[in-house]
């Protein structure tokens, strides 16, 4: 089957989800460049969803990623078409276009308040986020108003010492009031610029992405 067949059938999926998802409470969001979606990402949303038993987790890649401007990111239509072949197979995840269809910087915030309007009132939205990302948010657009009105999940990520994170974590608690959750998850030392380098050094990327993803890399000569 070719690749514009498997999107498309990924996205009917999804379209069919999306309805029977109007009685969801919980759902996060993991926001990122997948610049490719690998294992890393993956396994912490699907360890999030089943310890906070959510009711789903949507996958934004985003359009503009403000901290990468200046930076070489593949084409967003790339990064969608690896985030729904990462993603078809789990019933709880979606990818959402918000971001990419939109032509400004993707900030969080704008999002965030765009998801609240989609969604009820009754919905509660958690943002998902490794270790890195959480010891950042100081430097994201209007932290203050954005770690109210969603929770965060932040999942450990190697490379990044425990003690120093939980310090993060609790400064960021008090100054702001903040909703945020810790969440050990095995340690996965994955990266997409380790999948990117890897490829342009014809290295393996086997076991590191979903194999529809390491194919849809290699069919489209991505990272060369
Ligand atoms: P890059 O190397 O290009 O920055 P990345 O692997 O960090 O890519 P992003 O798309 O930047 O992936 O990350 C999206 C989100 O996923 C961020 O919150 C990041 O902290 C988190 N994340 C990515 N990889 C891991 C991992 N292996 N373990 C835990 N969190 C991760
Ligand atoms: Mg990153």
Redesign the pocket.
């Known amino acids: 089957m070719d690749i514009e067949t498997i999107i498309k059938q990924a996205e009917k999926k999804q379209n069919e989800i999306y309805k029977k998802s109007e009685k969801m409470e919980k759902i996060a969001v ?6 490719p ?2 294992h ?2 993956l ?2 949303a699907e360890q999030i969803r089943c310890e906070y038993n959510l009711d789903k987790v949507i996958f934004i890649p985003a359009g503009i990623p403000p901290h ?1 401007t200046g930076l070489p990111v593949s084409d967003s239509k790339h990064r969608y078409a690896m985030a729904l072949l990462a993603t078809v197979t789990n019933p709880y995840f979606e990818v959402s276009k918000i971001e990419i269809e939109d032509a400004s910087i993707s900030y969080t915030i704008h999002t965030i308040k765009k998801l609240k309007q989609i969604y009820k009132d009754n919905t509660e939205l958690f943002f ?7 010891c950042d948010i100081e430097t994201w657009k209007d932290v203050d108003e954005l770690l109210h009105i969603c929770h965060f999940i932040a ?4 490379g990044l010492e425990s003690p120093f994170v939980d310090r993060k974590i609790k400064e960021l608690q008090k100054k702001y009031k903040a909703d945020i959750y810790q969440m050990d ?1 095995p ?8 999948i ?1 380098r890897r490829v342009t050094q014809n290295q393996s990327i086997k076991y590191l992405v979903p194999e529809s993803v390491e194919y849809y890399i290699y069919k489209n000569g991505l990272y060369r």
Do not use: N
Request: charged share 20%; net charge neutral; glycine share 12%.
């Open positions: 993991m926001g990122g460049t997948f610049d979606i690998h890393g990402h396994v912490i990468k998902i986020t490794g270790a890195d990302a959480i999942a450990t990520r190697p998850v340690a996965l030392a994955i990266s997409s610029t380790d990117r």
